[in-house]
């Protein structure tokens, strides 16, 4: 194949629908039939990235190995097609106007008068190919963020138009997501909300190739048929995505409506059985468990999952992995108190404190390392997890009462966890953290080494704060080791306390690079382990009954 292929993903009606699952799944199943397939998302909002976005605000913030700060549906397309993201797969309107303003400053346009038309839509072009013109991927999906009709998302339509008429027939199609609601009251499918959605598409110059149609109820053949007459689109490129237990499901659901073989159709190429066998061992053993876990999240924005979207994933994968399934138990930090910590963490199996940013609920995430530490309950620690392990054990093992970091009290006499020397001099806060990929060596002999069974690792990160090394010898002497270093500058990466059955604190994100393929080997150990210590306090109860 010499010409990639393009394929854009729009919404209508509402947002949430799925567009990103939609198209992470129809992107499996081409991959599954021998195409070097990739996904790239464009998202409206004018922050040059979601990195200063409030986790409440949009979710979590996936890092790339490449460090880029993106939207966290690159998660999603990672953990679907095992393929890394990289800073080219997450544009964002910022970026773009940030690219055409600096390109003006520097004289580029020759004095023309700078316009969305086209120059913004031209830097839209410009990045949609990138990832094309590599020549690594036969066809790069372009999910498009928000609805169609949205101001911001005029110019990205715009392009969009564009690009099909460019690119040439069978080259590029528009696959418009959209939502059929059933109204209870008249026991009916209403289509309205979809006709007017691509009527708005249309208005745009902007024809829907594919209709996928978010549904709770089957969708009958008069219906889509009526569909498929109003929005100019053949019968069976009227796709059906009804409500899925799992995320995982919606692959075979999009292969048992042929969404692959309208695509590959309408591109031209040629289509076979999808080889989904590791893909469906895995869903057989989620879907399948032979016990269950419950390991609690202790963390600040528990209200929306979306926060901690690439740990709870990686609980699935690590689950399927050990046959257990994972019942995550959200706890929020600013709640838990020494008063309540035995009554919220006792019944658990393991502990996890998730990473996060500011002095808000720290205190309840010590009370529970040491709740979990005392109690012998396998601990995760990731990120700030970690940073709250070393504070706890600093300051009720060492006895160092006011240890704590810098980023919460500047003023500490004991800062255990300090600021980088390389984020001293630091003063505009997007995209200059430390992030992306790191080297870490491992010692012999410790559950870090036993997990990934190699020397040297590389993970992802996102942190500015770390373990302060004057404190290094005193809280070894004390009884916590450091097991992971930076080969470069000495940065503790991983501690863990080798009288404990199973603690580990690592200032890495190990869950960004949890996949259905590959699960994260951290999480499975930790899973594994959660799930010996119910065995193992089973037996000990049945014994004493």
């Known amino acids: 194949m010499t010409t990639t292929k393009y394929i854009f993903v729009t919404g209508g009606v509402t947002s949430s629908l799925g567009k990103g699952i939609i198209a992470a799944s129809l992107a499996k199943l081409l991959q599954a039939q021998g195409y070097r397939t990739t996904i790239q998302k464009l998202d409206p909002y004018i922050n040059v990235d979601p990195g200063t976005l409030n986790p409440y605000e949009h979710g979590e913030c996936y890092v790339t190995d490449d460090g880029a700060e993106t939207d966290l549906d690159l998660g999603h397309y990672e953990r679907f097609l095992n393929v890394p993201t990289s800073q080219s797969n997450n544009v964002t309107t910022g970026r773009i106007y940030q690219s055409v303003i600096e390109k003006e400053r520097r004289g580029e346009f020759l004095g023309k008068t700078v316009q969305v038309i086209p120059h913004i839509t031209d830097e839209i072009k410009h990045r949609v190919q990138i990832l094309g013109q590599t020549g690594d991927y036969d066809i790069v999906i372009t999910e498009i963020g928000g609805t169609v009709g949205d101001i911001e998302s005029l110019p990205y339509v715009e392009a969009v138009r564009q690009l099909k008429w460019e690119l040439g027939e069978n080259n590029a199609i528009v696959i418009h997501l959209t939502l059929v609601p059933y109204l209870s009251a008249a026991g009916e499918l209403k289509t309205k909300p979809t006709q007017h959605s691509v009527k708005t598409l249309m208005e745009s110059g902007v024809m829907a190739d594919v209709l996928v149609c978010r549904t709770e109820h089957e969708l009958p053949r008069d219906v889509r048929e009526k569909l498929a007459k109003f929005c100019n689109v053949r019968p069976e490129a009227v796709i059906q995505s009804i409500d899925a237990s799992t995320i995982y499901d919606v692959p075979n659901l999009m292969l048992d409506e042929g969404l692959d073989k309208v695509v590959l159709g309408k591109l031209a190429l040629n289509s076979s059985q999808p080889d989904l066998t590791q893909w469906n061992q895995f869903l057989s053993r989620h879907k399948n468990p032979s016990g269950e876990v419950t390991i609690g999240l202790i963390g600040k924005y528990v209200e929306l999952q979306d926060s901690y979207k690439s740990i709870l994933e990686a609980f699935i994968h690590a689950g399927a992995e050990n046959e257990v399934k994972v019942k ?142 004057k404190y290094k010898q005193q809280i070894e002497e004390a009884g916590m080791k450091a097991t992971g270093f930076n080969p470069e500058t000495g940065l503790v990466e991983i501690i863990e306390i080798p009288a404990h059955p199973w603690f580990i604190g690592v200032q890495y994100h190990p869950e960004y690079k949890s996949t259905v393929a590959n699960p994260h080997p951290l999480f499975v150990s930790f899973v594994k382990a959660a799930l010996n210590f119910k065995t193992n306090n089973n037996s000990v109860s049945m014994a004493q009954n």
Not at 375 to 400: D, K, S, T
Not at 442 to 448: H, S, V
Request: with cysteine; aromatic share 6%; glycine share 8%.
């Open 328 to 469: 995550v138990e959200s706890i929020h930090s600013e709640y838990l108190t020494e008063s309540n910590a035995a009554e919220k963490l006792k019944h658990l199996h393991g502990v996890l404190v998730a990473p996060g940013f500011g002095e808000r609920g720290i205190e309840g995430k010590i009370e529970a390392v040491q709740y979990v530490r005392e109690h012998n309950i396998p601990f995760l620690g990731i990120c700030l997890g970690m940073q709250m392990a070393v504070i706890e054990y600093a300051r009720n093992v060492l006895g160092l009462k006011d240890a704590n970091s810098t980023e919460m009290d500047e003023a500490t006499p004991n800062p255990v966890i300090d600021l980088m020397e390389s984020q001293k001099t630091i003063t505009h806060k997007g995209g200059t953290m430390r992030l992306g990929a790191w080297d870490c060596e491992l010692i012999d002999d410790t559950i870090a080494k036993d997990v990934y069974q190699t020397k040297t690792i590389k993970e992802r990160h996102r942190h500015r704060y770390e373990f302060n090394n």
